[in-house]
Every structure is written in structure tokens, then in C-alpha cells.
């Protein structure tokens, strides 16, 4: 690529000192544009001197900041990790004291009255006028309109809630634990994954340490044929972070005080306030909607799992007590694909080399929505990270720039230890009219190579990464003014719904035999196997989705529950009440739920909420050609294009050309559309 970006990406070279300070002085920055708003005489507060003052501030402790509190995440050196920790301390404080700003909300109150009251209000920009509206609602939901005892107890409360939250999740990336087996306890996991396990010697027997990383434990709850060592890896791993059970408590009970503060009925209320559910009894309807339709199936699904696992009993010489256990859920369910389709994951593995399976994914999308990937070689925070610049596919100059894209791929110590998306640079328009690029970035844990094969994919780690890449091209592709509305800054209950309705793709044969190359024979998958894992994908599906509604009513009753109980009881009585798997003791699962402090709080719903809006994209536009550029371009233009700018329901009609609804979905799931209907 001839072509040189028009903005070079950003460097990472930062030493501990320099992460902190820089932070520093972005927050003083920031805290003297503030200043200078809250001075202003109400008659001189405009649409300039108040919210596009605000904005840019906005932007630009952001642009700064979003990579260096990034690090913690991804740095393999505790020293930056540390500094990043303390530099998103200091923002979330900031961030804390900059809602309760009185002279702020004030001016912004003056502006949007003088903007009104002046007829410029219709002469703004639909964006324009978006932003007044969002900016004068974020001064109502901080409480700004309460007293001054009220507010200090509320900036109090605030600054104690983001604390906590902040230790809850740093307690996932710091968590280190290992459970030990033997080599006849894992009988049953595929060798090349107990090869990846770290192996010694301990009276005389030699024994394996699992992390509880996903590549590594994982493969026990599915394969391990001893349903002691499923037990004893399932309770490790809900118990892993019991250190995060007197945090949760401290963190529902300080939404439950903001909440009574602010004059809301629940966290719940005051959550969805600004979502496309917009109550909190709406979660409730839909969630018991959902249930009601779920259950029967469910439970059809689990006689038949049941007895599955009271004949391998039979035959192993095991006692059989007639329950069906949390363990025994993804080893019988694989154990039932396996036997009713003759579809073996790690069979389909070989056909997913990494190599082989992320480049080509990354041209499906390229083809798709007209862009064109180049490597570039700069600072990284790791050797492992590859650097995109992207651009249009058929670019003649730098106005054909988009951005750019790091992906961080496989796991190592101290890494976040799942797969998301972090969206570091916004896209917006600066002052002076240019463009200000965006940059993504995805962090993922695929399996890495063993001793005698490469590093290869599940086809779930196939349907993650191209569900993530989702997002990416959602940050990438987005193009608004405002950098508040960029890419996923969405409703939360939305945000999910482009990435799922993308996961179709990897159950299209076309797309299965495009990804697939056998890493010995380089095969793709025949149309025999791929008819299996389509057939796969609405396996149990009763049963997994009562599991996503257990988490979802869970996070539903935590916040909406004006009293404290026992969390590690409602974890597993509302488990087993819900997604119908018992438990034999009570493990803290409740400190492995991350998404309740890491933004979901109150939407873990949201999940399966969106499900509905993106099973009636896909089929509404994309089934009939989903590799289509045509199609792909409608979705750019139509929904990433807009981000946040406007409301998701207005972007589904345009791109639907009538409103959502949930045939679609009811019908994949269930094969028909149940009767009632609030979905």
C-alpha cells in the first residue's frame, strides 16, 4: 500500500510514570474546560461556548486516556499494569466528580433554554440536537437536580461504586489458581490439550496443573469421562474468585442506596432509563416470556440427557442418584451431538487452524463491507499483536482512510482472560471539519500450537471471533460527528445485536467451506461434516438458552431486590430453578460474573433481547446472499454508519424497511412461533 494514513497510530511505548502523568494532566485538562463552562453568565451559555466546549473536553481526555487505562487488560509487565490500574482509578474518579457538577449542569440547562428560546434549536443538526438532549439527561441521571447534602452522599456513593467495581474486575486478571489431576482423572481429554498443561511430579505419580483459563478447563467440563474430576473442576472454577463475593455484596447494596438517592425505584429503573426496554418490568416480561416458552423444551432436552448419563453409569460400574449436575451439562450435551449427528468437536478442530482461519475471516469481511486490511509494523504492547491500517477497499487517497485494527490473540499471564473488543480511538469530525480516525482493538485466548499440531480453533472459538470482529468493523466503520455517539456507543441493549446477527455466518456451508483448511491435508470440510454442524447448532438449545436466562434473572433480581440476602444461595437455587442442573454444594459463582460490574449491570438480559433484532436482520436482508457487497453496504449505511447518533430503533426500520419483530428468532429457535406474545 502506496498510500499513507493521514493520522499515524498511536505509540506504546509508555513507562509507569509516563501513564500516570499523562493521565493526570488530561484530567487537568479537562477539569479547566469544566471550569471555564461553569463560570459562564447564564445569557452567554450557547450551543458553542457550553456543549461543543463540553464534547471536544470530552473527546480529548478520552483520546489520551482510553489507551493508557487499556494496559491493565493486556501488558505483560505488572509495573505498567499497576500504573495502568491507578490512571483508571483516577478517571473513574474524575469521571465521578465531573457528573456532579452543579455549575456544569447549570450552564447546559442555560444553553439548551437560550438555544430554544433563541429558534437555533431547529437549525442544529438532528446530531446537534441529540447531544444537547443526552448531555442535559446525563445532569438529571447524576442527580444534579437533588439538594447539596444529597448530592455529596451521592458523589460519595458514586466514587465508592466505581472503586469497587474496579477491584472486582482486576481480580479476574490477577486470578492465578491451578487445580491438579492425575493422568487416569482426565482420561477422556484429548491429549493435545493435556500437553499444553504444565505436568510434574508429586509422590511419585505424575500430575497436571490446570489453570482456569477457558483452552485449558474447558476441555475437562466436555471430555473428562470421571464425573468426579468434572465436579471438582466445576466447583474450582465457580469458586475461583470467592474473593469477589464480599465486593458484589458491597456493590448491590450501593446501587441500592444511588438508586433510592436519585428517586428511582430500583437499579434496575434507573438502568433502563436509557435503554430500548426502557423498565425495568419490561426485563421481567420479556425474561418470563422467554422462560415460559423455554421450559417445556428444556426439560425435554434433559430426559434425554438424563438418561444418556444413567446408562454410561450402568456401564461404568457407577452409582447413578437420578440428578442431572452442573458438570454433567457440556460433557452430555457434546456426548449427545456426538452421538445423534457422529460430530466430534475436536474432529472439526483440525479443520480450523488459526493460521488459516483468521486471515480468511478477515477477507470475508473485507469483501463484504468494501474494505481492504494492511499490515504495519509499529510499537505494540506485546510482540504476539498484529497492527492493520484499514482502509476503503478501492482508496486513491487518504480520504479512503478508516482506521485502524490490533488483534491480541492468544492468552498468556496477567491477560484479560476472555474475548471483547476495546474500542481505544473514537471516529469524529474535529473543528476544523478533518477527520479523527478510529482504532480497535480485540483481545481473544485461542488455543496456542502444542508439540504436534497448530494453534487451532473449536468452531465455537470460530463463532466468537467472528462475532468479536463484529464489533471491531462497528468501531471502524461507524461515522458521526460526535465522538460520544461513535461505533458500540449504543444502547446496551442493542449493542450486541450486529456481532450475533454476524455469527450466522459461520453456520452458512459456503462460509464453513471458505474458513475450513485441515492442517495436515489442507481439505475443507466436507458437505457431509457441515451438514452435521449446521445441524449442531439448535442441538439443546432449550437447555442453553434457560442457562442464559438464569444469569439474565439473576442480575434481574440482584437489581431489583430492595433488601440484601444470601448471594451464594440465590446463585444456586435460582440455577437449578431456571436452567434446571443441580449442584451437590454451594460454590460463590456470583464472583465470577464479571458482566455484573463491567457494564451489564441490570442488562445481562440485553443479550438475548438482541438475539431477537438480529435474528430478523439476518433473515430479513442477509439470508438469501449473506457474501453479498450489496447487502454488506446497506448494513454499513444503515446501521454502523450511524453508531450512537440516532435511536437503534430508527436504524432497524431503515435497514428492516418496517419495525423489528421476533418471528424470526422464534422460528430458529423453536421452528415455529410459539402463541402469546410479548417478545
Not at 509494523?377 to 482512510?401: I, L, M, N, R
Not at 480497535?440 to 494453534?455: D, I, Q, R, Y
Not at 439473576?554 to 444461595?569: A, C, G, R, W
Amino acid at each position: 500500500m502506496s498510500l499513507t494514513p493521514p493520522q499515524p497510530p498511536p505509540v506504546w511505548n509508555h513507562s509507569a510514570e509516563d501513564i500516570v502523568s499523562l493521565t493526570q494532566e488530561a484530567i487537568e485538562k479537562d477539569r479547566k474546560v469544566q471550569d471555564a463552562v461553569g463560570k459562564l453568565d447564564p445569557k452567554d451559555c450557547t450551543f458553542e461556548s457550553v456543549f461543543l466546549a463540553l464534547a471536544q473536553a470530552d473527546t480529548e481526555i478520552d483520546r489520551v486516556t482510553e489507551p493508557l487505562s487499556f494496559y491493565l487488560n493486556v501488558s505483560p509487565n505488572k509495573e505498567i499494569r499497576d500504573a495502568s490500574n491507578k490512571a483508571d482509578s483516577l478517571l473513574r474518579d474524575f469521571a465521578v466528580e465531573s457528573s456532579m457538577r452543579l455549575d456544569v449542569f447549570n450552564a447546559k440547562t442555560a444553553a439548551e433554554k437560550n438555544i430554544k428560546d433563541s429558534g437555533k434549536w431547529e437549525k442544529l443538526s438532528d446530531e446537534d440536537r441529540r447531544l444537547i438532549e443526552k448531555m442535559v439527561l446525563d445532569g438529571t441521571r447524576a442527580g444534579l437536580g437533588l439538594p447539596e447534602e444529597k448530592r455529596e452522599e451521592l458523589m460519595s456513593l458514586k466514587k465508592e461504586l466505581s472503586q469497587t467495581c474496579l477491584e472486582f474486575s482486576k481480580n479476574f486478571n490477577e486470578e492465578k489458581s491451578v487445580i491438579t489431576f492425575t493422568e487416569e482423572e482426565l482420561k477422556g481429554v484429548p491429549k493435545d490439550v493435556v500437553s499444553g498443561y504444565g505436568k510434574r511430579e508429586e509422590g511419585g505419580k505424575t500430575v497436571y496443573d490446570v489453570t482456569y483459563k477457558t483452552p485449558d478447563i474447558f476441555p475437562i467440563f466436555k471430555f473428562a469421562e470421571n464425573p468426579t474430576t468434572r465436579q471438582l473442576a466445576q466447583e474450582g472454577y465457580e469458586a475461583r474468585l470467592e474473593i469477589n463475593v464480599p465486593l458484589l455484596d458491597k456493590v448491590l447494596g450501593l446501587r441500592r442506596r444511588i438508586a433510592a438517592l436519585l428517586g428511582y425505584k430500583t437499579w434496575a429503573d434507573y438502568i433502563t432509563e436509557v435503554k430500548m426496554i426502557k423498565t425495568g418490568d419490561g426485563i421481567k416480561t420479556f425474561l418470563d416470556d422467554l422462560e415460559s416458552k423455554l421450559r417445556p423444551v428444556g426439560e425435554k432436552e434433559l430426559s434425554i440427557l438424563l438418561d444418556m448419563k444413567k446408562k454410561e453409569h450402568e456401564e461404568a460400574g457407577l452409582p447413578f442418584d437420578g440428578d442431572f449436575y452442573l458438570w454433567d451439562y457440556r460433557y452430555y450435551d457434546r456426548k449427545y451431538i456426538e452421538k445423534t449427528l457422529d460430530l466430534d468437536d475436536m474432529v472439526v478442530k483440525e479443520y480450523f487452524p488459526v493460521a488459516v482461519v483468521v486471515p480468511t475471516i478477515l477477507e470475508i469481511y473485507q469483501n463484504l463491507l468494501g474494505v481492504q486490511f494492511y499490515p504495519i509494523e509499529g510499537t505494540v504492547w506485546h510482540p504476539e499483536v498484529q497492527q492493520f491500517a484499514v482502509w476503503e477497499k478501492d482508496a486513491k487517497d487518504q480520504s479512503g482512510f478508516i482506521g485502524y485494527c490490533y488483534l491480541d490473540l492468544f492468552p498468556r499471564e496477567n491477560k484479560y482472560s476472555h474475548a471483547a473488543v476495546w474500542g481505544l480511538l473514537s471516529g469524529f469530525t474535529n473543528p476544523d471539519g478533518s477527520r479523527s480516525y478510529p482504532l480497535a482493538a480485540m483481545v481473544a485466548n485461542l488455543a496456542k500450537p502444542t508439540g504436534e499440531k497448530p494453534a487451532l480453533m473449536t468452531h465455537d472459538d470460530v463463532v466468537t471471533f467472528f462475532h468479536e470482529m463484529g464489533h471491531v468493523f462497528h468501531g471502524l466503520l461507524s461515522s458521526t460527528k460526535y465522538a460520544r455517539f461513535h461505533g458500540t456507543s449504543v444502547a446496551r441493549d442493542f449493542v450486541e445485536a450486529p456481532s450475533q446477527m454476524l455469527e450466522n455466518w459461520c453456520w452458512e456451508p459456503k462460509v464453513l467451506e471458505k474458513m475450513s483448511s485441515h492442517y495436515k491435508t489442507k481439505e475443507a470440510l466436507s458437505p457431509e461434516l457441515i451438514d452435521k454442524i449446521i445441524k449442531s447448532r439448535y442441538v439443546n438449545v432449550g437447555l442453553f438458552y434457560l442457562r442464559q436466562l438464569f444469569f439474565a434473572k439473576f442480575d434481574y433480581k440482584v437489581h431489583t431486590d430492595q433488601e440484601k440476602e444470601d448471594y451464594t444461595d440465590l446463585w444456586c437455587s435460582l440455577r437449578e430453578k431456571v436452567s434446571l442442573v443441580k449442584s451437590k454444594r454451594l460454590c460463590p459463582g456470583q464472583g465470577t460474573f464479571g458482566h455484573i460490574t463491567g457494564g451489564y449491570d441490570a442488562g445481562y438480559y440485553g443479550y438475548t433481547y438482541s438475539l431477537v433484532f438480529a435474528a430478523d436482520m439476518y433473515r430479513t436482508v442477509f439470508k438469501a446472499d449473506p457474501l453479498d457487497p450489496a447487502r454488506g453496504k446497506q448494513y454499513r449505511d444503515k446501521i454502523l454508519r450511524w453508531g450512537g447518533s440516532r435511536e437503534e430503533l430508527d436504524s432497524l426500520k431503515d435497514f428492516l424497511g418496517r419495525p423489528p419483530n421476533s418471528n424470526a428468532f422464534l422460528e430458529e429457535v423453536f421452528g415455529t412461533v410459539p402463541k402469546s406474545s410479548n417478545l
